[in-house]
Structures are given as structure tokens and as C-alpha cells.
């Protein structure tokens, strides 16, 4: 024992910036080793008696709001903020106006962002029942012409900018992406990626856990698990999932989906 620690310290006398060096990257490797480790824990960061806003990931936030309906009661309705850099792009607004603003408001407030577009799903009014409190902010909105004809037809505010099958914007420089693969919910119903922390939003298109077919008035319930089929073919990598209602998940809430539809 004596030995070895006489010929330790003798290498640490002789060679002390080699010893310093290999100390270094060791340390070096452990912190970058944490640090992948490390898991961001989603919280609720603003809530009131019209909003909740959930941060997902260090760059994404789900947005719900409330619906009154006769049938299922208060529904609460999902739509997700994406940032990069100083901008952010929204997929679906707020169930109303005053919901909307309120949202409008605390992205300024408190991420200091500019809001870059608003791109809507679908032309039910969980989805662009707020869509006047961001035309009255000049924020441009985007849909497919499906979207915009239906609204059009419904007496919604219609959504300005449209689209056929795919959309591509950016926030800084990370892709936003909303995609139609076919008929669901609605024969409208897109969804929007965020491939830089793969969350991907479903909209009504896809369902929570456990939850039933809820309103299908609009619905190709014959075509809608074959639609989320190519929705989880086309994002293998998904790691988060946001239903239009209820608890967000992961790539579980598509199985689930499919299965509740599927054709036996």
C-alpha cells in the first residue's frame, strides 16, 4: 500500500498537466452525462378561471381553455404554443375572445415573444372561436381552404391565409409543420410537429386515454383510425401528444385512438 501511493504521488509530481487534463474531461463527460439525463417536468405555469397554460418542453406550451356544452358539461380544449428564439407560432386559439386575449397577453408579458401565426385545425369553434381577438392584433392565421370553406359556411371568423395539404413555417430557425392525412374527427382536421422536441399536436383528431368518441356529427368514423394510422407512421420519433381534450401523453394516445375507431 505504501508502494502504490509513493508511485501515485510521484506520476502526480511529474506529470500534474496531464493529471489536470484527464481530471478536466472526466468531469467534463459527467456533467454532459447529467445533463442528458436530465428530464424536463412539465408544469402548469398560469392559470384563471379562462386559461391554463401547461410548459411541456423547454419550448413548447399547451394552451386550455373551457367550453360549455349541454351534453358533456365544461369541456376543456387544448391547443399548443411553439417557440424559437423571440417568436412563437400557436396551433388553434382559445375557445373566445377574452380567453384569447388573455393568452395574447401573457406571451408578451412574460415570454416577451412576438406572435408570429396562429394555425387552426379545424373549423369546429373549440378551434378559431378566439380567431377575432388575433386578427383585431394583427396576427396572421393560417388553415387549409377546407378549413376556411367550412368556416366560411358555419359563420365563423375565417381564418386569412390558406393552404392544401401541407404547411411549413419557422420560428427562428425550428420547422413548424401542420398536415392533413385524411378524414377524422372532421373531414378538415390537420395536425401541427414540432419536430426540434417532437411534440406533435392531434387536435380532436386523436383522443386522450380512455376517453369516448365524443362528438362525431362532423366525423368519417369509418376512415378515422386509418387517418391517425398515417399520422404515427409519419412521426416515429413523437415523444409528446396533445388530444384537442383532455391529458396530454405520448405516442399511447394514437394506439388508443386508433383502436377505439378501428373497423373490426
Known sequence: MQHFLKN??????VHPIRIF????????????????????????????????ITRLTPNTWEHTSFKPTDQWGKVPCNGLVVK????????????????????IQWLKATLHVKIKALIVTHFHDDCLGGLAAFHHHQISSYASFNTIALAKESDYEVPQHGFNDSLLLHVANEKVMATYFGEGHTRDNIVGYFPSEAVLFGGCLVKELGAGKGYVADANVSSWFNTVKKVKAAYPMVKIVVPGHGQYGNEALLDYTIRLFEVE
Open 8 to 13: 501515485l504521488i510521484e506520476t502526480v509530481m
Open 21 to 52: 487534463f484527464v481530471l478536466l474531461c472526466s468531469l467534463t463527460i459527467f456533467k454532459g452525462n447529467a445533463q442528458n439525463d436530465t428530464s424536463f417536468n412539465p408544469q402548469v405555469v398560469y392559470q384563471s378561471g379562462n386559461v391554463i
Open 84 to 103: 424559437g428564439n423571440d417568436e412563437v407560432i400557436i396551433f388553434d386559439t382559445p375557445t373566445n375572445d377574452t380567453a384569447s386575449e388573455e393568452l
